[in-house]
């Protein structure tokens, strides 16, 4: 029997090492399982609760799972690893009291790697697996089971890219006051299947525009959120079925329902609210975060995109529905500029916004071909080789500038000056 100064001693320690490591509830997850696509991009709302003061850190993906120990749970086996979520997806944010939520967006590259795994003969499962930080004890780590599928109905419903334009294409549309505009689409690519449930806004000049918060799909944010983003003008809804096929084209709304009536730049956004999806579903109750379901159908990883359209007449003239409000402005060298023999014209313009690249275009004055060259995005200069003055010989000639998208098409009118070139 030890003697009562031994117990005293003791329950001294065993006092002090309740102060000094307060007990931390271990964070629990739901889903705790989810099916995902083995061949493309999956992304799914997590709620992680149970946290209390921890701190969500980085998150992995893994083949295997080994013991945390001394921290609690179980982390990833560093020798199957598959990836790490990018810092810039990280969207995970604490919810109500004690809890997180997280949007586990699968990249292609890690379902690929796990697949490959499957094929040599590992499972057909996977793990997420992120670590919350504890500064007054060991660190926690929770796994979700990821289960390759063919990325179908049992995969939860949320989209993995999204693509809106007019068509035409046009960078920044521009049409005067009162004309209508030309029909667009959204291209959706996403997983699962279920309904899609959204709008079409459009935000007026003037009026403050949209954050990357006021841009996410309404499952992606946590439950208390959901009502407080930044409505605008409504324009027109849609309800629609995605059927288990991954890519679909949604009608924009009405062209004569978007206003343009006043001069400015609108913006036409795609809101997309959330929808009952039980493969994506997190049980509050069963981590402790509260009572009900949170349902997560439309969720996505990254902000839905902006179309703008401009009303207004452009300095040189009203533009056509395919050209875009950006004017491209000539710097140097001035128009008609006689360009010495001992010189070399550096020709400088500005930027337009969208442009995926310039073409210059060099012409004689029967508008025959000298020489073109194409450019850049981020290129707003060009110094022209000797073999242009060669070709050009003594006649006065033009240089143009075109803004390009990036399939090669003109988004905005070509500007040209002239100049010629001399002996002397």
Same mark, same amino acid.
């Given at each position: 029997m030890p003697d009562t100064r031994t117990s005293a001693l003791m329950l001294t320690a065993l006092s002090m090492l309740a102060v000094t490591a307060p007990a931390v509830a271990q964070v629990r997850v739901s889903p705790t399982g989810v099916s995902v696509n083995a061949m493309a991009a999956t992304t799914v709302f997590l709620t992680f609760g149970g946290g209390g003061p921890l701190t969500p850190a980085e998150a992995f993906w893994c083949g295997e799972l080994i013991p945390a120990a001394p921290d609690v749970g179980q982390r990833c086996n560093p020798s199957t690893l598959f990836g790490q979520l990018p810092a810039r997806n990280d969207q995970s944010q604490r919810s109500g009291t004690g809890a997180f939520t997280d949007i586990m967006s699968i990249p292609p590259s890690v379902a690929r790697r796990a697949y490959q795994a499957a094929v040599r003969g590992a499972t057909s499962t996977f793990f997420y697996v992120r670590r919350f930080r504890n500064a007054l004890g060991p660190d926690q780590y929770v796994a979700v089971t990821c289960r390759l599928t063919g990325g179908g109905a049992r995969v939860p419903l949320a989209l993995t890219d999204v693509r809106v334009a007019f068509d035409p294409p046009a960078a920044v549309l521009q049409v005067r006051a009162g004309d209508s505009l030309p029909?667009?689409?959204?291209?959706?690519?996403?997983?699962? #299947?279920?309904? $899609?449930?959204? =709008?079409?806004?459009?935000?007026?000049?003037g009026e403050e525009p949209p954050t990357d918060t006021d841009l996410?799909?309404?499952? #992606?944010?946590? $439950?208390?959120? =959901?009502?407080r983003q930044r409505r605008y003008t409504p324009v027109e809804r849609f309800n629609v079925f995605l059927p288990p096929g991954g890519r679909l084209t949604l009608p924009g709304p009405t062209p004569s329902k978007l206003p343009t009536d006043a001069e400015g730049t609108y913006l036409v956004l795609l809101r997309v609210e959330a929808t009952n999806d039980r493969e994506g579903d997190s049980d509050l109750g069963a981590v402790g975060a509260g009572t009900g379901i949170v349902h997560s159908g439309g969720v996505a990883g990254f902000p839905m995109p902006v179309l703008r359209y401009a009303v207004g007449v452009a300095e040189d003239g009203a533009l056509t529905a395919s050209e875009t409000a950006a004017p491209i402005r000539l710097l140097t060298p001035v128009d008609g500029v006689v360009v010495g023999a001992d010189s070399t014209p550096r020709l400088r313009w500005t930027s337009v916004w969208g442009a995926e690249g310039y073409r210059i275009d060099f012409v004689g004055e029967r508008g025959e071909p000298l020489l073109d060259a194409l450019l850049g995005a981020t290129t707003t200069r060009y110094d022209p080789p000797p073999l242009l003055r060669k070709a050009a010989g003594a006649q006065r000639i033009r240089w143009c500038v075109s803004a390009l998208d990036r399939d090669g098409a003109v988004v905005r009118r070509r500007v040209c000056r002239s100049m010629q070139f001399t002996n002397h």
């Open positions: 029909t667009l689409a959204a291209a959706i690519t996403y997983t699962g #299947t279920g309904r $899609l449930v959204g =709008r079409w806004e459009v935000v007026l000049p996410l799909t309404e499952a #992606t944010l946590p $439950l208390e959120d =959901r009502g």
